[in-house]
């Protein structure tokens, strides 16, 4: 049979999954010989079986008898006892903490006997026993039986009318006498019966009521954003009390052993004097410094202090504590590991080492690289109370602020006058590149994280914010709620929260991000903050198994890449190659009537594509490079259907008609998808035009060469987008094999062929593909695409929201990878493609790669490297090592 019922000296803090953070950790503390009331924990599993039964499990009374019994003879009073009463607080715990989200009582035991008894336990302090008395029948009413707070706030407000006082702390006895009345009244309407004068019955339905407050909508909504599973029930803490409301001597605080934010070490916390906790959270009373108490009561602060150190020492990190003072005795109710700052974090993770407490793979799993991400985006500061506009995804961290301009163009000219511009657009297409490169910051209305605004804007480390569609975008203004903005008025976007402002907001650049761009502030190098980052990245890198490389498709972005710590880039783009000017040759192309006209396009493209990779070849010098083959539709490239055919249909009334326009509207009609991502675009491209790989393939050797030539080493790796038949795949790689082979000569340069698994059916045949192919990338956007046939453009903005709601999943798939999905389809591919030829080289390119959960994913598949955006190479590289310690750890187990 299940044990329900844990006494304090029977836990420890490895059970919080049984007890709760709060009540594994009390009882840590007992065991450690701490001043902790006395008490005990009713499990999880007790909760658990409450909400599913509707009622207590059996046997659960009978335990919670015997533990009250026990808790009785220590404490040598009796709950409730009219003439000495133990009165208990009765608290939610649960294995996750979610500060203020389930509800606590205090004070059950009271009732009209008792509470003489605890005026007289209080030396005949009566005010303190009809106060604590009022705040039970206001608590309990509130929690247990669902009466409204207000109508308690009402008879006090009235209480305070009445005597023509402003302040609680000067009711004296008799008027908190009468408002115990008062709230009986309040209590008797609401529920129908009197307040419940028998401590067990006050102690049994407050229990119920934590139980209960698991499911409550507040927590519920907090489980949910914070992705705490919905199942765990929280456990209830039944603590004797002790009362920090009797007097100058006594009172309550709260204490962190370290600054929570910027991780000092030092006092920090604060006191109340004569006040209970509930006072202190609800910020009613100015606190004091907890450094004050010194003056005030030196005995308990060095007691305190003394508990500080034991607490560091034993948990070996931060701990943040709540405590009271009855009557100058120190008492310890609370204690855990304290949440903190991403920058206190790497400090702190630093100083423990200094101090000896914790090893260098103990402390890099104190950070993570959602912490580090926090640290390298410029920040707002939002001190000034900026007018929030509207909130929408958070696509690509970051903080700008800039006029608003709603063309790309628009963005182009106004950043040549120096202008700062947020480009606003319903959604982004690649001919709005310039204007995002031009731009602070890129706003949408639709899309989420994947969409094409998300995707570019992260490559280049820009701020955006998608899908923010409480926007109604016009032609020179936007409106959200009532209010409208006009182009040229400023805003400032947080890519980070999803926020919209109006207005500038200040911002703050990022140390860390100048440290690993080389160029920090030399006043800030011994900061303690950047040579904590320093000491944790080097250790990742040291423990890592996976390598990390970037995707990039500029020499500059490659450049920065490579002094954020990438090792290659896993994914070059080759379509972006075929933008701005270039895109009158794309259309030659498209348009070609005749071989020659084919050839004449791409004989004009081949070389500025050849100094395009050798800039890319350079920057990388002695890395490897894998380019990808181009991918997109054509059509991608063309003027839109819609666009043009008005365009046409108005020339021609007027009688202005255009050949070219006319023939450049026939090739869009041609070329027109229903489902263009499913449509001609990869390896289909490349088989159906030809020349077009040729060209590109031809290219990339060429580059190679030259490098080669001026004496670098250059280590081209060739990529074959969407692949789903290794047929596909032999007929390109014949093909450019022969292209290396000519241009290669004996130069000595040596050039790998591989594929993007990208479809699922190329998953499902990998070991057949990997005949053809010496290294493996993932195409994880688009695999995720493909396997849940959601379109990765459209899906996040209009309905993900139902999904996560639903809790069908917690996480979009295309933010973080979909383990048991598209992760089985990666686990295949991993699995026959080394099979079929060891040694076959294994990355990942879509966007998982520079997520942290998603890195830890494919460290355990055993691939050999991630790839990801620039801005978050240093994050995979931190994840890289915090995976590899974590796996190696569980292997020891
Ligand atoms: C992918 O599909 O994961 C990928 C990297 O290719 P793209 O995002 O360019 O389709
Ligand atoms: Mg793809």
Redesign the pocket.
């Given at each position: 049979m299940s044990k329900f019922v844990y006494d304090f000296a029977e836990g420890n803090r490895d059970m919080k999954d049984l007890l709760g953070g709060k009540g594994a950790n009390l009882a840590e503390m007992t065991n450690l010989g701490l001043p902790v009331p006395g008490g005990f924990t009713i499990t999880t599993e007790a909760c658990q079986r409450y909400l599913a039964e509707g009622h207590h499990a059996d046997g659960l009374a009978a335990e919670i008898d015997a533990h009250l019994a026990a808790l009785e003879t220590t404490m040598g009073r009796t709950l409730g006892d009219p003439a000495d009463p133990l009165l208990v607080s009765v608290r939610s715990g649960a294995k996750f903490s979610m500060p203020g989200m389930m509800e606590t009582v205090l004070n059950v035991g009271l009732n009209d006997e008792s509470v003489d008894g605890l005026s007289r336990q209080a030396g005949g302090n009566d005010r303190f026993a009809w106060d604590s008395y009022r705040r039970l029948i206001q608590m309990f009413g509130k929690t247990v039986c669902d009466v409204p707070g207000e109508e308690f706030e009402e008879a006090l407000h009235s209480a305070k009318v009445g005597k023509g006082v402003k302040d609680d702390v000067q009711l004296d006895a008799d008027d908190l006498r009468a408002l115990v009345t008062a709230y009986k009244k309040v209590f008797a309407k609401h529920t129908g019966h009197d307040f419940p004068q028998d401590p067990r019955e006050q102690l049994d339905l407050a229990i119920e009521a934590v139980f209960r407050s698991w499911n409550a909508d507040r927590a519920v909504l907090y489980r949910r954003q914070e992705r705490i599973p919905a199942d765990l029930g929280t456990a209830v803490n039944v603590v004797a009390m002790v009362f920090g409301n009797l007097g100058p001597d006594s009172g309550t605080g709260v204490a962190f052993t370290r600054d929570p934010s910027t991780g000092e070490t030092g006092v920090y916390g604060d006191y109340l004097q004569n006040a209970q906790g509930e006072d202190v959270v609800a910020g009613i009373r100015n606190t004091l410094a907890l450094a004050d108490l010194e003056k005030i009561d030196k005995k308990s602060y060095d007691e305190l202090l003394g508990i500080m150190s034991t607490l560091e020492a034993h948990y070996h990190d931060l701990c943040d504590i709540e405590f009271t003072i009855e009557r100058g005795k120190l008492w310890m109710l609370q204690t855990r590991v304290g949440k903190r700052t991403a920058a206190a974090a790497f400090t702190i993770a630093a100083q423990l080492i200094d101090e000896g407490m914790i090893d260098l793979d103990e402390a890099l799993t104190r950070v993570s690289g959602a912490q580090l991400a926090q640290l390298m985006f410029p920040r707002f500061d939002l001190a000034g109370d900026p007018v929030s506009l509207t909130r929408g995804v958070g696509a690509s961290p970051g903080a700008a602020y800039g006029e608003v301009v709603f063309s790309a163009a628009d963005a182009v000219a106004a950043a040549a006058e120096g202008r700062q511009v947020i480009l606003v657009r319903r959604e982004t297409n690649p001919d709005d590149l310039s204007g995002m490169i031009a731009a602070q910051g890129i706003l949408t209305s639709r899309g989420g994280k994947t969409s094409h605004a998300a995707?570019v804007a992260r490559g280049m480390g820009k701020t955006c914010v998608c899908g923010a569609d409480a926007i109604e975008i016009g032609r020179d203004q936007f409106s959200v709620g009532g209010q409208v903005v006009h182009e040229g008025d400023v805003i400032s976007i947080d890519g980070t929260t999803g926020r919209v402002y109006l207005g500038e907001v200040p911002v703050r650049p990022s140390e860390v991000v100048q440290y690993f761009e080389g160029d920090l502030d030399p006043a800030l190098a011994n900061e303690p903050l950047v040579a904590a980052v320093h000491l944790l990245m080097t250790h990742a890198d040291g423990a890592a198994a996976l390598k990390v490389r970037t995707?990039a498709d500029t020499g500059p972005d490659a450049a920065r890449a490579r002094r954020f710590g990438a090792q290659g880039i896993g994914?070059c783009?080759t379509e972006h190659m075929f933008l701005g000017d270039r895109r009158e040759l794309v259309e030659r192309l498209i348009l070609a009537r005749t071989e020659a006209e084919r050839n004449d396009a791409l004989g004009a493209l081949q070389p500025l594509q050849r100094a395009d990779f050798l800039d890319i070849f350079r920057e990388m010098n002695g890395l490897p490079v894998t380019v990808?083959l181009i991918?997109p539709p054509l059509h991608e490239f063309l003027p839109s259907l819609e666009d043009l055919a008005v365009q046409v249909a108005v020339a021609k009334a007027r009688g202005e008609q255009s050949e070219r326009d006319e023939r450049m509207l026939a090739a869009v009609r041609r070329m027109h998808e229903s489902n263009p991502m499913l449509g001609l675009r990869g390896v289909r491209l490349g088989l159906v035009i030809p020349g077009l790989f040729a060209m590109q393939v031809r290219a990339i050797a060429e580059a190679a060469v030259a490098l080669a030539a001026e004496g670098g080493r250059p280590r081209p790796e060739i990529m074959v987008?969407l692949v789903g038949a290794v047929q596909e795949l032999e007929t390109v790689r014949a093909e450019a094999e022969k292209i290396i082979a000519e241009v290669v000569g004996d130069s000595g340069v040596k050039v790998l062929i591989g594929t993007?698994i990208?479809v699922p059916r190329a998953a499902l045949t990998a070991g057949q593909i990997a005949e053809a192919a010496e290294f493996f990338s993932?195409?994880?956007?688009?695999?995720t695409?493909m396997a849940w046939g959601f379109s990765r453009d459209d899906v996040e903005g209009a309905f993900f929201w139902r999904y996560l709601e639903l809790g069908i999943f917690g996480i979009s798939p295309f933010e973080s990878i979909d383990r048991d999905g598209v992760g089985r389809l990666v686990r295949i591919a991993t699995a026959e493609g080394r099979k079929a030829r060891p040694g076959l080289k294994l990355g990942v390119?879509?966007?998982h790669g520079g997520d942290p959960e998603s890195v830890h994913f494919f460290h355990e598949v055993g691939l050999d490297y991630v790839s990801c955006s620039p801005f978050r190479v240093p994050i995979a590289r931190l994840e890289a090592g915090r995976a590899a310690i974590s796996s190696a750890g569980s292997d020891h187990r």
């Open positions: 995707v995707n994914l783009r990808r991918d987008p993007m990208e993932f195409g994880t956007n688009d695999l695409q390119c879509g966007e």
